[in-house]
Structure formats: structure tokens, C-alpha cells
T-cell receptor
Framework: GAVVSQHPSRVICKSGTSVKIECRSLDFQATTMFWYRQFPKQSLMLMAT?????????EQGVEKDKFLINHASLTLSTLTVTSAHPEDSSFYIC????????????FGPGTRLTVT | KNEVEQSPQNLTAQEGEFITINCSYS?????LHWLQQHPGGGIVSLFM???GKKKHGRLIATINIQEKHSSLHITASHPRDSAVYIC???????FGEGTQLTVNP
């Protein structure tokens, strides 16, 4: 099946710094990528949808200036958590969809962010 | 009321047992996904279905669009099936809260 990678898998950063998480589709072109967040013992929540070459669409309550998303190519989307705070500590997961006609999504392995 | 509800929330079974996890949703959907999340967090997509039934190995997923209900079945369960199983619906996924499955040897 299709493969999506994320890097890094784990990151610890100090409060106030910025962290970039990469999501790559390895064997297909992803016209749409999704970013999710999962707090402990909770379900995944969609943060934003990014389409290649256009601005991301953010879900209600997600600050676009804090969570910067760039989808510059058909195989790479990045999520940058700016001025991270301890409450941003979470599990961040991306998924990728190959085309607008398909509803199939392929998930990355996730990135565990800890802000100290 | 959540848009996607799963039952049970927790399920413990003995190896070899037949397992059913249920998902009910309240919104119109284009597709329903069953996902598996292991400790450590990585997610694997098990099925995407919009009608009928799909089978992959020991896993079977069914969906009834009229009743807005889907089930995930695991035959001959094994301890390695222990994970959280998540139902998600729609093109921009809305997730159920997951079912924690533990299969004891």
C-alpha cells in the first residue's frame, strides 16, 4: 500500500521555540494532506487540510499563525508549531490523499511533540 | 451526541474469539474508514468502504448506509490484534473515540 512518512518521530523542545514536522508521501503524489492532533486518551482531531500550491484550510479553533502549514510540493507538507508552549505537547499525525476523486487516506506514523 | 459513536469502548477477549466492534454515525457520508492504532501511536488504515462488505485476512468490515452503521469483525483473534480500533467518516475525517481491544493469550 501507499506509504507516508513523518519526521521526526519524536521531538522535545523548549517553550518558546519553533518545531517543524515533515510529512512525505513516498510512492504517490498527494494532492491533499491532512494534519491531525491527538491528546492522550482522546481521539484524533483534524487541525487543517492542505492542498498543494494553495493555503491550508484550518478547522475552527486552530490558530493558523501558530500552526503554519506549507504544502509546497505533491509529496511534502510541513507543519511548524511556532512559539511552542507545554500545552502544544501532543501527538501530531498527517495523512495524504492521492486525488480529489478518492476518499482513501494514508496515514503517517505520527510525531510525538513534548514542549518543556 | 457525537457524530460518530463506537461501542464498546473497551473489549477484552481470549485468543481465538470472534470480535465485533460497532460504529454508528449521524451524518451523511461518502466513505467510512476503520483504522488501527497501536501503542506508540502509529495508525494503519484497515478499510475504507462506502457500501457492502470488505474482507482482508481475518478482518471483515461491513456497512449499512441506510442504518448508518458499520461493524468491524476479527475472526480467530490473536494477542497481536490488541490495539485501538477507530471508526472515521467523511472526506474530512470525523473520528469515533476508539475501541481499546485487548486479546489475552
Amino acid at each position: 500500500g501507499a506509504v507516508v512518512s513523518q519526521h521526526p518521530s519524536r521531538v522535545i523542545c523548549k517553550s518558546g521555540t519553533s518545531v517543524k514536522i515533515e510529512c512525505r508521501s513516498l510512492d504517490f503524489q498527494a494532492t491533499t494532506m491532512f494534519w491531525y492532533r491527538q491528546f492522550p486518551k482522546q481521539s484524533l482531531m483534524l487541525m487543517a487540510t492542505s492542498n498543494e500550491g494553495s493555503k491550508a484550510t484550518y478547522e475552527q479553533g486552530v490558530e493558523k499563525d501558530k500552526f503554519l502549514i506549507n504544502h509546497a510540493s505533491l509529496t511534502l507538507s510541513t507543519l511548524t508549531v511556532t512559539s511552542a508552549h507545554p500545552e502544544d505537547s501532543s501527538f501530531y499525525i498527517c495523512s495524504a490523499r492521492a486525488g480529489t476523486a478518492s476518499y482513501e487516506q494514508y496515514f503517517g506514523p505520527g510525531t510525538r511533540l513534548t514542549v518543556t | 451526541k457525537n457524530e460518530v459513536e463506537q461501542s464498546p469502548q473497551n473489549l477484552t477477549a481470549q485468543e481465538g474469539e470472534f470480535i465485533t466492534i460497532n460504529c454508528s454515525y449521524s451524518v451523511g457520508i461518502s466513505a467510512l474508514h476503520w483504522l488501527q492504532q497501536h501503542p506508540g501511536g502509529g495508525i494503519v488504515s484497515l478499510f475504507m468502504l462506502s457500501s457492502g462488505k470488505k474482507k482482508h485476512g481475518r478482518l471483515i468490515a461491513t456497512i449499512n448506509i441506510q442504518e448508518k452503521h458499520s461493524s468491524l469483525h476479527i475472526t480467530a483473534s490473536h494477542p497481536r490484534d490488541s490495539a485501538v480500533y477507530i471508526c472515521a467518516v467523511g472526506s474530512r475525517l470525523t473520528f469515533g473515540e476508539g475501541t481499546q481491544l485487548t486479546v489475552n493469550p
